[in-house]
């Protein structure tokens, strides 16, 4: 397939890589058919996060068809699914408590070396974001692997574009958590700081969250 | 065993580490041992399941080589005897026969390497209830005995490179095949050909 490869500052390439397989029961294979540029591939673009390989496979905010999936995966094949950034196992305790970003699981265990030194806690796993949050794959590229793909993934209704559901990956989901994080009463004047993607996100959900009262 | 210098470290709770740089503790586990040498790697971890149910996969060594990494298979003898089978570099492997030294159900199996072992080495694994709906505490305490010779050096890229980094591996994998079904890894190994080396 042809995929989006990291190698060093300033260095992407679209370079021809092996179409990814099914590894785990729970994995899901996607057909990507849109995906997007995040913010925070900025800081992998000009080399500000440590632990990227040459020939890592960027992107973490796409969507597309399931194409293949594994025994214990409960997506079937042709359905349309926008997944999120952050790799869930569903099972751990932070998962149950829909704490996802801070799975105990999903960030394979000979990566959680650096970001246990670092951070004291091994992050979660994510796509496409370097080796210290699991060094899976990304969707900037014909095909993905999605491992624990019964937890993450969001089935997309017939009838809605890409263009309307592909932010739920990552963006949309930030902008709302700032807005929600402000516990916007009656009478509060609100007041958004850059406005990129997320900070335009933020502001519309603080329009979307505020009180009738 | 119970006054033991690892079991008095477990028992207080405190990393292991901690606790041998207060006493030798290594030094402590051989004299206890007759060894020349020990090295001890202690390690605990919060697992989402039952004791029971974690104790009853543990105690089917056969499960063991599932999650660590360098145990190419377990067989097992009677209920107390097992036979490990360690893959080492250069296709070798690094062999030792088991006997079960204490086994109580929901709580507690050790194991201790008899006469003839290629490296004599003892484990410990303990069950303990964390807090209501947190799980069960697991904590790991691997004692062994450095060899010398060729098979000394074999051991020393197995185990001593990074034993606690190891053991910290190990009983992550264990968290995930039980808490989840399933290891995960980022990709497979046939992928590595589009990969190169750290930049
Ligand atoms: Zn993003
Ligand atoms: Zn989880």
Redesign the pocket.
Request: with cysteine; hydrophobic share 25%.
């Given at each position: 397939m042809r995929a989006l490869t990291w190698h060093g500052k300033h260095d992407v390439r679209m370079e021809t890589v092996p179409d990814p397989k099914i590894v785990n029961p729970r994995d899901a294979i996607i057909r990507i058919t849109s995906t997007?540029i995040?913010?925070?591939?900025l800081h992998l673009y000009d080399s500000y996060i440590p632990s990227m390989h040459r020939g890592d496979i960027l992107g973490?905010?796409f969507m597309g068809e399931v194409v293949e999936t594994g025994s214990g995966s409960n997506l079937k094949k042709g359905e349309r699914v926008v997944v999120p950034?952050v790799i869930a196992c569903g099972q751990c305790f932070f998962c149950g408590k829909q704490q996802f970003s801070a799975c105990d699981n999903s960030n394979p265990a000979d990566k959680t070396d650096l970001s246990e030194i670092a951070y004291g806690y091994a992050m979660s796993g994510l796509f496409g974001y370097s080796h210290m949050t699991g060094g899976y794959a990304g969707g900037q590229a014909e095909y993905v692997r999605v491992p624990y793909s019964d937890v993450g993934p969001l089935v997309i209704p017939d009838g809605l574009e890409d263009d309307k559901v592909l932010f739920l990956?990552?963006?949309l989901p930030?902008g709302w958590m700032a807005a929600e994080n402000c516990e916007i009463e009656p009478g509060d004047t609100v007041a958004v700081w850059g406005c990129g993607p997320v900070g335009l996100f933020a502001v519309q959900s603080a329009f979307l969250l505020e009180p009738t009262g | 065993m119970s006054s033991s210098p690892v079991e008095r470290a477990r028992q207080s709770d405190a990393p292991l580490t901690a606790a041998v740089a207060q006493r030798d503790v290594s030094k402590e586990a051989a004299e206890e041992r007759g060894w020349h040498e020990a090295a001890v790697v202690g390690r605990t971890v919060t697992i989402n399941r039952t004791r029971a149910e974690l104790y009853a996969f543990w105690r089917d060594f056969r499960n063991l080589p599932r999650f660590m990494e360098n145990v190419e298979r377990v067989d097992v003898g009677d209920d107390r005897r097992s036979h490990w089978v360690i893959s080492a570099p250069a296709g070798r492997t690094v062999e030792w026969d088991s006997v079960i030294t204490e086994d109580e159900p929901d709580s507690v199996i050790a194991w201790e390497s008899v006469e003839g072992a290629d490296v004599r080495n003892a484990g410990r694994i303990e069950f303990r209830d964390a807090p209501p709906g947190r799980g069960t505490y697991v904590t790991a305490t691997i004692v062994y005995d450095p060899p010398a010779g060729d098979i000394g050096k074999l051991i020393a890229k197995l185990f001593q490179k990074e034993p606690k980094i190891q053991a910290r591996r190990e009983l992550r994998r264990f968290k995930q095949l039980m808490e989840t079904g399933e290891i995960p890894v980022a990709f497979k190994e046939d992928d590595s050909a589009v990969r190169g080396s750290f930049s």
């Open positions: 997007a995040c913010g925070s591939d973490h905010e950034f990956s990552d963006i930030t | -």
